[in-house]
Every structure is written in structure tokens, then in C-alpha cells.
């Protein structure tokens, strides 16, 4: 079941023109409709493929069904539908809700999947499932990556591209069993995610959740995390094509500023490869501001897994600024590196940090820089404000995902990341957008762990017009 989308750009969004690219379908009972959180996305070629929750539950979590969208034209058009075999709430599915996706492209098998978790009535998990798309258009029922039920959580998929890596082809699943505390667990697939090997863990039975597998040139796949209890960053390798796995090693510990609203916010590790295996993780951070008042979003790097840098800042706004900046996704295009590396970097903000549930503006930022991390560009604010009391309801707190994500194509960024219009009659209307045509590069250069000598970027842009629904019924 999938439908083409005609589409016309929202009006008066901050600096850019977004497009609507998926709305949730459902109508079944229980789940907080029209909602759509928590996007994934991956890019091969001139085709992008974005999987999100669509009819977000309250209690117990989970969504009606998780949806995709798929651009075969690098962003220009964009067709949408969701995923067959996993809930009754589409028909053909056995579960009640599912949660967690996640994209990936397998090159050697020309096949595209997305990772779910799916979860039963009472909202105990079952076995990761992976769905399969030679097109990203048309899915196949979901196959288990694991035979038999696993309490599995944060679930996430991911293959070697590289033609050269003697482990090509080989895709990396990964997830954690959340009844026995967070223990980390990944299976192999080999055969473009039709089966999946045993279950293995890392060295030492380490515990965490949130593990994003990177793939280098030469083969050796580096997996950043979270520890289970959210207060470290964690990374472990394998060089044997996921038959092995290090024991992990510590790449932060994250000082984070606890953002105001009651806004769900994980901080979660964000990901990214260049080209050459230089693996960069995002999260937000206070490190760099006196009293911790506000985050920002910082980053380490690594080229072999076990030696990290230190914390180096983004000069989005001043340190001295009101900003706080959270939920950051990464993406560097495909064949750029070193100095050479374009990096994108999507976020979600508040103007003011000390601000209220009541008060609170919520907006989508996006930022990039040419030459690897050494400077970037001036911010870009892409969407908001959003009233925090028109996001969907979780037990941990209102939602727009516990992660985003970007991808490029010809040369250009494409963020995906749910925008909540103002409810009217008490109905959510929110859904998953993405910058008509994409995103270049800004002018303006700030080099990397300097201050801006610039007032608050993003309040500059203040005050900004309300999101207007286009026209897609």
C-alpha cells in the first residue's frame, strides 16, 4: 500500500520551503492520531528512503505501524506508504504496535531494509524484524532477525558498502535485551537480510542501547552507543565481519544540560562515516557553558574505534547564548573525506532554554561544514515554532523522536524530522517533512571549538510564523 505525493511547500517556514512528505493514516482506536515521530533515513544514488512511527501510542509505547516515504529523484518527489506484515492495524501483521526504525541499503544485494521493533498489546517486545524493498517502494513481510522471541529494544540495521571490504555485503543488526538490563546483542546477514546468523555479544557482556554499526573501507565495523543507563558513550569493533566483537571502550561522558518542557530527550548517539572510515558521533553537551544552562551540540571522531577525540564544539549559537540545542542527527555525503568531508548536521532547539511547557518554542535547525569539521556554515532554521503541547504524549514525556536523521543526494542535504502544527479541537497534526529540493551550503565559515562572533544565530530569525498545513488530503 503505498501512494504518490503531489507536493507543495509549506508557507513563511523560518528560511526554507518544506515539503510534507507522509501523514499518518490510521483511524484505529487507542494511539494519539494524526502523529508521526522518530524518522530514519539513508540515501544510495539519487534515492533516499525514510522510515518513521506512524499513530503513536501512549501508554506501553510503540506506533500503529511504521511508515516509510521514498524519494527516487534525490528529493524532488517523494512517494509514501507503510510497511506490510508487522501490525493488524494495516492488516496481515500479527502485533499490536511496533517501534524503532531504522534504514539501510545492502549495494551487493541491491536490497533495502528497515529495522522495527515490534511490540504486543501489554508492550513486551518480540523478536527484531527486518523488511525488505528492491525498490524502496514495494516491501516484502518482514522477516526475524532472531528465530526465537527476545525482549529486544532500540533495534538498528546497517551494511558494508564498500566494494573493496572483504566482508561486502555483510549487514549488521543490532539491538539490546531490555529485560535483562540493556545487554547488547548483534546478528549478520549475508544473504541481503533474507537470514540472519546467531546472536552475538560484545567482549565482557556490555550493556547499552542506541548502537549505530559504521562500516570502514577496510571491513572493520565500529558500533557507537549509549550505555544502558543514558550516562556514557560507549563503541566496540569487529574486524571479522561480525563474528567477533571488542569489548567496549568509553568515547565521552556526556554533561547534559536536562532541557526544559518535559520534552522526551534520550541523548542518544548520532553517526556518521566518511569515506576514508573516519567515524564521527553527535550528541548534545553543556560542557562548554558556564553553569550548564544550555546544550550544544559537540562530537568525537575515531578512525580505528578505540581512540576518540576530545568533545569538540559546534558553533551554532554563542556560548553565551540563551540556545539549547538537542536530538541532533548526522550525515556526511558519500565519497568525501579528511578535509574534504561534507558534513550535515540537523538539530532540534529552544530560542530560550529556561522556558516552560507553556512557553516553549520548538524548532528544527540544520547546519554543515565543507571541509570536515574544521569550520561551518551559518545555521539554517528549517522549521518552528512548535508548541510543546501539540506533540504526542509518551510515558517518558511529549515526543518528536528519540533520534533524526539526513542524507545526501546530488550534492545536497535532505533532513527528516516531524513537524507539529497548533492542535485544533484537541487533534494532533503532526507529520514528517523535508526541505523542498534539499539543503546547500550557507556562505558564512566559524571555525570548530571557537565562539561565534556572531549574536544568537537562531534568534536573529525570531520571531517565525507558524507552520501552514499544505493541501495533501
Not at 548517539?269 to 550544544?296: E, L, M, Q, S, T
Request: proline share 8%; aromatic share 8%.
Amino acid at each position: 500500500m503505498f501512494c504518490a505525493l503531489l507536493l507543495f511547500p509549506l508557507a513563511s517556514l523560518a528560511q526554507v520551503s518544506l515539503n510534507e512528505i507522509s501523514k499518518d493514516p490510521f483511524t484505529n482506536i487507542g494511539p494519539q492520531h494524526a502523529t508521526e515521530v522518530e524518522p530514519d533515513t539513508f540515501s544510495f544514488g539519487n534515492t533516499i528512503v525514510t522510515a518513521f512511527q506512524q499513530g503513536r501510542f501512549n501508554l506501553n509505547g510503540g506506533c500503529s505501524d511504521i511508515g516509510w516515504a521514498t524519494s527516487l529523484d534525490g528529493g524532488m518527489t517523494w512517494q509514501n506508504g507503510s510497511l506490510p506484515g508487522l501490525t493488524r492495524n494495516l492488516g496481515g501483521g500479527k502485533f499490536a504496535r511496533v517501534s524503532d526504525p531504522a534504514v539501510a541499503f545492502d549495494a551487493a544485494h541491491s536490497t533495502w531494509m528497515i529495522a522495527s521493533l515490534p511490540l504486543q498489546a501489554s508492550g513486551s517486545h518480540t523478536a527484531m524484524l527486518i523488511s525488505r524493498s528492491s525498490d524502496g517502494i514495494n516491501w516484502n513481510n518482514p522477516v526475524n532477525v532472531t528465530p526465537a522471541v527476545e525482549n529486544s529494544d532500540k533495534t538498528w540495521v546497517a551494511c558494508d558498502n564498500n566494494t573493496a571490504s572483504p566482508f561486502y555485503g555483510h549487514c549488521y543488526a543490532e539491538w539490546d535485551d531490555n529485560f535483562a538490563g540493556d545487554v547488547i546483542f548483534l546478528n549478520t546477514s549475508t544473504d541481503g537480510g533474507m537470514t540472519w546468523g546467531p546472536s552475538k555479544q560484545p567482549a565482557g557482556g556490555p550493556t547499552g542501547l542506541g548502537g549505530q554499526p559504521m562500516a570502514q573501507p577496510g571491513g572493520r565495523v565500529i558500533v557507537p552507543s549509549s550505555d544502558a543507563f543514558l550516562s556514557s558513550l560507549l563503541a566496540y569493533t569487529s574486524s571479522d565481519g561480525g563474528n567477533t566483537w571488542t569489548s567496549a571502550v568509553t568515547i565521552a561522558i556526556p554533561n547534559t544540560h536536562l532541557n526544559s518542557g518535559g520534552l522526551r530527550d534520550l541523548n542518544l548517539p548520532a553517526a556518521a562515516i566518511d569515506a576514508a572510515g573516519k567515524v564521527f558521533v553527535a550528541w548534545h553537551d553543556c560542557r562548554f557553558r558556564a553553569g550548564c544552562p544550555a546544550n550544544d551540540i559537540v562530537y568525537s571522531t575515531s578512525t580505528d574505534g578505540t581512540h576518540w577525540s576530545k568533545a569538540i564544539r559546534v558553533p551554532i549559537d554563542p556560548t553565551t547564548s540563551t540556545v539549547d540545542h538537542f536530538i541532533p542527527g548526522i550525515e556526511i555525503e558519500p565519497g568525501t573525506s579528511g578535509s574534504s568531508a561534507h558534513i550535515g548536521l540537523s538539530y532540534y532547539f529552544y530560542p530560550q532554554s529556561n522556558c516552560t511547557a507553556s512557553t516553549c518554542q520548538l524548532m528544527e535547525g540544520y547546519i554543515s561544514s565543507p571541509d570536515g569539521g574544521n569550520t561551518w556554515t551559518a545555521p539554517t532554521t528549517l522549521a518552528g515554532p512548535m508548541s510543546i503541547s501539540s506533540l504526542p504524549q509518551t510515558n517518558q514525556g511529549p515526543m518528536v523522536g528519540d533520534y533524526q536523521s539526513l542524507s545526501f543526494a546530488g550534492g545536497t542535504a535532505h533532513p527528516v524530522f516531524a513537524v507539529a502544527n497548533p492542535r485544533m479541537g484537541g487533534k494532533f497534526d503532526e507529520a514528517m517533512y523535508s526541505p523542498v529540493n534539499g539543503l546547500v551550503d550557507g556562505l558564512a565559515l566559524y571555525r570548530a571549538g571557537e565562539d561565534k562572533p556572531v549574536p544568537n544565530a537562531h534568534s536573529d530569525h525570531l520571531p517565525l510564523t507558524v507552520p501552514v498545513k499544505d493541501n495533501l488530503d
